[in-house]
């Protein structure tokens, strides 16, 4: 079945960095785009980023443009959120989802904070 596994979450200091992971399985990743979500506390889970089957297209939030960078690896099955600059309001629990896909993951948190 479809499944989304994030990790590489944690606490870090405003101005850090962090890099996230997602390992997708259960369908043909490399005929999909893929997005990263994040959640903040009492908040709706909003969009980040996404990036095309190719890799060669990318979009992003306008809160995290200039500072995140997606990427993926068709041949591991695994898209990348690399975070600069992180500021508290990036605090939240981040997810990664396939394009036209309904399954989430268990997401992975990010907290920045001094």
């Known amino acids: 079945q479809v499944q989304f596994v994030e990790s590489g979450g944690g606490l870090v200091q405003p101005g850090g960095s962090l ?3 997602c390992t997708a399985s259960g369908f043909n990743f490399g005929a999909f785009a893929m997005k990263w979500y994040r959640q903040a506390p009492g908040k709706e889970r ?10 060669r297209r990318k979009n ?3 809160s995290v443009q200039g500072r995140f960078i997606i990427s993926r690896d068709n041949a591991k099955k695994m898209i990348f959120l690399q975070m600069n600059n992180l500021k508290s309001e990036d605090t939240a629990v981040y997810y ?3 394009d036209q896909f309904t399954t ?4 992975t948190q990010v ?3 001094s």
Do not use: H, K, M, N
């Open 46 to 55: 909003e969009f980040v980023a996404r990036i095309d089957p190719t890799g």
């Open 19 to 21: 890099r996230l992971s």
């Open 96 to 98: 990664c989802r396939g």
């Open 60 to 62: 992003y939030a306008d």
């Open 104 to 107: 989430w993951g268990q997401g």
């Open 111 to 113: 907290t920045v904070d």
